[in-house]
T-cell receptor, first 116, second 111 residues
Framework: DTEVTQTPKHLVMGMTNKKSLKCEQH?????MYWYKQKAKKPPELMFV???????INESVPSRFSPECPNSSLLNLHLHALQPEDSALYLC???????????????FGEGSWLTVV | RKEVEQDPGPFNVPEGATVAFNCTYS??????FFWYRQDCRKEPKLLMS???SGNEDGRFTAQLNRASQYISLLIRDSKLSDSATYLC????????????FGAGTRLAVHP
């Protein structure tokens, strides 16, 4: 079982709604990630937080707004989304630091988002 | 050109078959290499890390050739439960790990 917990598992929202996806890990990891995955495609990186600071924003539209309240929590605030934003949103975490085989990234089960 | 390229698949094999997946990466700065497995409508899960010396985990063997920028995964004695999409992943780091995923290769093992 994954040690990265995401809520909600399923979310349906209208284009004018404001909602949030939440992610929590208690492995002491200092790097956390949001990925987006469309059907039959690999996950695409959206954001990376390292030591609670935003390290990477992969040119994600501003209607997606990440937040890292503390080292265990990562949120993704959603506002004015489009139907094409419907996808599986995956949260992940890893020990911060240089790359190496020990620095495994662990994924949560994902939040299935449908924008109507 | 994509940074990580994989066999297009799908691979349809009978139980007990041996199947090999190949992957190439274009960025020589890539530091870590993995195979992830993803079942339908589930999250990716780490199958194994890949080392230059090669590594084996039961029926699974992974190889890395840094000179050729090539990664492979061999599955022996395929089981029905091996049916999934296999994702080749490389990372570049800087205080975090930026995973770069290949498009994935779908494996279907049939009785």
């Amino acid at each position: 079982d994954t040690e990265v917990t995401q809520t909600p598992k399923h979310l349906v929202m209208g284009m004018t709604n404001k909602k949030s996806l939440k992610c929590e890990q208690h492995m002491g990891h200092r790097a956390m990630y949001w990925y987006k995955q469309k059907a039959k495609k690999p996950p695409e990186l959206m954001f990376v937080y390292s030591y609670e600071k935003l390290s990477i924003n992969e040119s994600v539209p501003s209607r997606f707004s990440p937040e890292c309240p503390n080292s265990s929590l990562l949120n993704l605030h959603l506002h004015a989304l489009q139907p094409e934003d419907s996808a599986l949103y995956l949260c992940a975490s890893s020990q911060a630091g240089a790359g190496g085989s020990g620095n495994t990234i662990y994924f949560g089960e994902g939040s299935w988002l449908t924008v109507v | 050109r994509k940074e990580v390229e994989q066999d297009p698949g799908p691979f349809n094999v009978p139980e007990g078959a041996t199947v090999a997946f190949n992957c190439t990466y274009s960025n020589s700065a890539s530091q870590s290499f993995f195979w992830y497995r993803q079942d339908c409508r589930k999250e990716p899960k780490l199958l194994m890390s890949v080392y230059s010396s090669g590594n084996e985990d039961g029926r699974f063997t992974a190889q890395l050739n840094r000179a050729s920028q090539y990664i492979s995964l061999l599955i022996r004695d395929s089981k029905l439960s091996d049916s999934a999409t296999y994702l080749c992943v490389v990372t570049r780091s800087g205080g975090y790990n930026k995973l770069i995923f290949g498009a994935g290769t779908r494996l279907a093992v049939h009785p």
